[in-house]
């Protein structure tokens, strides 16, 4: 069974920076994309950014500039450094791998979410 397994939430003041990392385990063959969303209370999950395994990434205008994805493909590991946090930034934030190739078939893998709390 494949998980996503995240880490680095936290309270942070803004202006302030996080790191949140999320790592595979289990058995996987290969994950191509894998990328971050996150839920903010009452307000629909939402991209933050995207890297594919080729190290191409993609993010919400509301983060560019500040944020930066990265992995360690060797890991399936996926990070987001998070730099001048806004109070609006708080949210839950999923780590989500779209297309997971393990022994079991081709799955769509999402983390249990990490809380990011940014106040002001």
């Known amino acids: 069974q494949v998980q996503l397994v995240e880490s680095g939430g936290g309270l942070v003041q803004a202006g302030g920076s996080l790191t949140l990392s999320c790592a595979a385990s289990g058995s996987v063959f290969s994950i191509n994309t894998m990328g971050w969303y996150r839920q903010a209370p009452g307000k629909q999950r939402e991209l933050v950014a995207t890297?594919?395994?080729?190290?191409?990434?993609n993010y919400a205008d509301s983060v560019k500039g500040r944020f930066t994805i990265s992995r360690d493909g060797a890991k399936n590991t996926v990070y987001l450094q998070m730099n001048s946090l806004k109070p609006e930034d708080t949210a839950v934030y999923y780590c989500?791998?779209?297309?997971?190739?393990?022994?079991?078939?081709?799955?769509?893998?999402w983390g249990q979410g990490t809380l990011v709390t940014v106040s002001s």
């Open positions: 890297i594919r395994s080729g190290g191409s990434t």
């Open positions: 989500n791998a779209p297309r997971v190739v393990s022994p079991r078939g081709t799955l769509e893998v």
